[in-house]
């Protein structure tokens, strides 16, 4: 530790640099990561905050809720099962809508819950859902941005429904648009006058898209067995088949992946350069005696040294920027991805760091002391 922390006091500029560059890698990784993070979770927020564990969905829909649909008779089945407490009806509608009175045209996602169930939201503003009430919905607080506010009458450009903001939910979306939450009565007439808009015939009972399942994991089998031409999935699959979801997903990891090999790499030329720079006096420390082992542990200090100390610069970096980002660029970075992406960054940086302890084995005593003399 000595040797290490001499040296860098000695060499500050030198050091000074590597510290720089390695604070613009850590703070990329990180931001990339909880930009990744945030799309992830705007992407699915309104699933992923629901407490259903499974969901039943038409077979064949390649497990998305927009190519389901399920009947009453299916979720009554479903609730002898696994207890009517632990079952309930979810519709799922992309559409667009446009506040009355005005002409800007918002791309939303309609959700049809239970409004007294453990599927409905809670509210941040406004007075929740009620069966008993038609045509109010709660609306994502995003909503605010497009003049939307309690009492503003929405109009579903689809069907012609008309529906008045009750109040607002937060952290609601579907596919990177807001939610709109309807009761299963708003949610029946929506489908009826869907069906008149279109000049269709009126379909007898009310359709849902899947039947969210909470708590019954060791009875999926048993409903699986008793409704045929369905399928069960669970929720992170529910997630994943959500339209762009892999795709976005899988291109921003792909990206952090890249950043943490090139962090590494840039890490491992530098301390690499460096150390052919120094063979001589490594040479040197042999030849008085110092342990090979007590020299690459100087290394591999100095190289944890700074890529932690980057590290810290970098979150507070990160930090600041999450604070004055606009609302509209979802960023999530939560406590157990950033220390995961830190012990990763730091992994990454010594495992960089092999190359010099190699170069720092392989160097001969007598070679450099004789390089030195010429």
Known sequence: ?????????????????IATIMVLVAFLVLFVTGLAQGLAYDNAASVKNMAATHFILEQDSNHRFTRSQVDQNQLQKAAVIVGEENAEPFGVKMTTVIPSG????????????????????????GS???????????????MVDYGVEIGTIIVDQASGAKWTVNGFVKNESFSHTPAVFLNKQDW?????????????EPVSGTVYNAIAIKDSKEKVKDLQAALPNTEVITKSEAVSAIPGYKEEQGSLMMMIAFLFVISAFVLAVFFYVITIQKTSQFGILKAIGTRTAYLARSVALQVLVLSVS?????????QLFEAILPSSMPFQLGFSTLLLT??????????????????????????AIGRTAA
């Open 188 to 200: 029946s007439d929506l489908q009826a006058q869907t069906l008149t808009h279109q000049g269709s």
């Open 1 to 17: 530790m000595f040797l290490a922390i001499r040296e860098m006091r000695f060499a500050k500029a030198r050091y000074l640099l």
């Open 128 to 142: 929740p859902l009620s069966d008993q009430i038609k045509g109010h919905v709660l609306v994502d607080q995003k």
């Open 310 to 318: 980057s590290l810290a610069i970098s979150v507070l970096l990160v």
């Open 102 to 125: 005005e002409t800007e045209k918002i791309d939303v996602t309609l959700l049809a819950v239970n409004s007294e169930g453990w599927l409905a939201p809670k509210i941040t503003n």
């Open 342 to 367: 830190c012990l990763s960054f730091v992994a990454m940086s010594l495992a960089g760091s092999l190359f010099s302890v190699w170069k720092v084995a392989k160097i001969d005593a007598l070679d």
